[in-house]
């Protein structure tokens, strides 16, 4: 970053930058001045992030395409075994109680069952939803196909409004008493932020989206205070 001296906005040199204690001497007026307030706006320079598995990236001209395949960004392999395990316990007390017309069985196990439905929706999503990510210079599209998904519905934004992407790290589960960590994207607004996607395993894969877009929207890489580094 180039600084510049707040009291006669002359180029501050290396020369006259303290950097342990974030103080600079201008110059041409001898103001000295803390550049602290400026770090925190600083556009960051990271490395590049590649692209990781599952996702596919499209750039054009006037729009970018991301398709973020859910089946490839892990974290189902244990989900796939409750289910089919859960599922394999409940169902065939529910078919007996069709069969024979014992509906008082389908009262009692009425909430095994809900568990059951539950995590059948849920891993058949994730093994064949996908999302698509749509921006162009007016709008920003989340799609969820073909199961569309409750828990994050379609979205449309107005990119005009938005001034700039982070990833976060949340606690989506706990296992043992130990956190299950998943990240999301979210868009900061001139009125409010919005969660763009979640449930992404890996840092990695949320920060490629977040660059992807941050870089077609033309949008400096800035650090926000929630941020996961």
């Known amino acids: 970053m180039q600084?510049?001296?707040?009291n006669c906005k002359a180029e501050i040199h290396s020369a006259d930058i303290n950097i342990q204690q974030l103080v600079a001497k201008c110059s041409q007026c001898n103001?000295?001045?803390n550049f602290q307030p400026e770090l925190a706006h600083a556009p960051r320079v990271r490395?590049?992030?590649p692209m990781p598995a599952g996702i596919e990236a499209y750039s054009f001209l006037s729009e970018l395409n991301l398709l973020i395949k859910w089946r490839q960004l892990g974290g189902l392999g244990f989900f796939l075994f409750f289910t089919i395990f859960w599922n394999a316990l409940v169902l065939p007390f529910a078919l007996i109680a069709i069969m024979t017309g014992n509906?008082?069985?389908?009262?009692?196990?009425s909430l095994h069952l809900s568990v059951g439905i539950g995590l059948l929706y849920y891993t058949t999503a994730k093994l064949i939803n996908t999302t698509y990510i749509t921006l162009s210079r007016r709008k920003l599209t989340i799609e969820h196909k073909p199961i569309p998904w409750?828990?994050?519905?379609?979205?449309?934004i107005d990119t005009a409004d938005i001034e700039q992407f982070f990833v976060e790290r949340y606690v989506a589960s706990r296992t043992n008493n130990q956190p299950d960590y998943r990240f999301r994207i979210i868009a900061i607004r001139k009125r409010d932020r919005?969660?763009?996607?979640?449930g992404l395993t890996t840092a990695e894969q949320a920060q490629y989206i977040e660059q992807e877009m941050e870089r077609f929207l033309q949008l400096p890489d800035r650090a926000v205070e929630e941020e996961w580094e």
């Open 3 to 6: 600084l510049s001296c707040p």
């Open 103 to 109: 509906f008082e069985i389908l009262l009692f196990i």
């Open 150 to 156: 409750i828990f994050s519905p379609n979205k449309t």
């Open 194 to 198: 919005i969660t763009i996607m979640q």
């Open 31 to 33: 103001h000295v001045f």
């Open 47 to 49: 490395p590049e992030i």
